[in-house]
């Protein structure tokens, strides 16, 4: 029996020592681990005050929802992938251009922006520079089609653009029904609204849920016993997962893609209809204005590395091109031009080229090096 106890007791001390070696050393954890513990390079905790400082530099506009502020110089750091400096120009833009004539306006979200890039790096700067064209970037992180419509009204038409290029993600359908909920909500600030937290369920916890929570929370060695089993969070419809793309890997957000694929939910239905509503009258606000009009589809991390995930992840997510096939063809029913990068940044993708940042969901410089090569031809078809 002393002889048991001693074991027992030993058998603890090792569980101890290896549970404050994984605290004290979170980066003998593997990547997923870390995700979803919120720990290491790869947690979002590491980032909080790189998003902090992100959050301060928009404020309210009363069409768009917000815009970022004027004469901005900032060097953002922090974030687990990547540190980037912000210039915008009086009206709170990311692109030199405050006047016309300008060839091309480029009109988009945050793919567009260049979220985690320096400007030079974004693509419409890479365009300027590959088609020798004056090129305006009039992308706003965060932006959906409504926001776009507002900013092309208000700035990307008085810079008398030859070509509009409306840049399309696969969120954007979210995006236009969160604005819609915005603007009946009364809030001012469509930024402060959208970091709101929603209200908790208020459904008591039983027993077993509050037991692993408590465990996730507090005991490393559970979460990295799942992991090893593919359990919880590491199963099929669990963590994000990580993929291999030549030396580099590179974290997949399942399942935000397979809600923005989801077209029998409601929200994303009727994000749909709004976004072809604003893709339509932004077409027609630019012809109106003289400038043509032509689409970019801006493919996911998800899209372009699909194919190296396991198939039982694949088939839980669902189809993830869907978005982007859907606005293709909505496109070609419509007469309006359009450009959809996908099948070239998954053919890079298969060729192990890593596009994207490491656990951000944004293209990289090669990223956007990639879509500019692609997208020069494109434009020149318009501005000959």
Known sequence: MR??????????????????????????????????????????????????????????????GYRYLSHLDVLLSGHADFSYRVRTNGRGLRTPHEHGPVDVAAIGDSFTFGYGVDEADAWPARLAGLAGLKVANLGVSGYGPQSELALLRSDGLALQPRLVLWQFFANDCEDASLFARWQQSGQPDLYRWLRQTPAAAGRPDL??????????????????????????????????????VGRAAGQLDLASAARWADFTNAEISQGWQLACACLLEARRAA????????????????????????????????????PSRRMAAFCRQQGIPCLDLGPIFASAGR??????????VHWNPAGHALAARQIAPFARTFLA
């Open 207 to 244: 027993a077993a849920d509050w037991l692993r929570g408590w465990l996730h929370r507090h005991a490393r060695s559970y979460e990295l016993t799942k992991h090893a089993l593919g359990v919880g969070g590491y199963g099929a419809r669990g963590y994000q997962p990580w993929v291999r």
């Open 3 to 64: 002889r048991l106890g001693w074991l027992v007791g030993l058998g603890v001390l090792a569980g101890a020592a290896a549970e404050a070696l994984l605290h004290a050393a979170p980066q003998v954890l593997p990547a997923a681990v870390q995700a979803a513990l919120g720990v290491g390079p790869y947690g979002w905790r590491s980032s909080r005050g790189f998003y902090e400082a992100w959050h301060a530099l928009a404020t309210p506009d009363p069409l768009a």
């Open 287 to 322: 012809e109106a204005a003289g400038a043509r009009f032509a689409v970019l589809l801006a493919p996911s991390k998800e899209e372009t590395y699909w194919d190296r995930l396991p198939p039982r992840r694949a088939e839980a997510a669902g189809d993830v091109r869907s």
């Open 351 to 360: 060729a192990g080229q890593m596009l994207y940042f490491a656990t951000d």
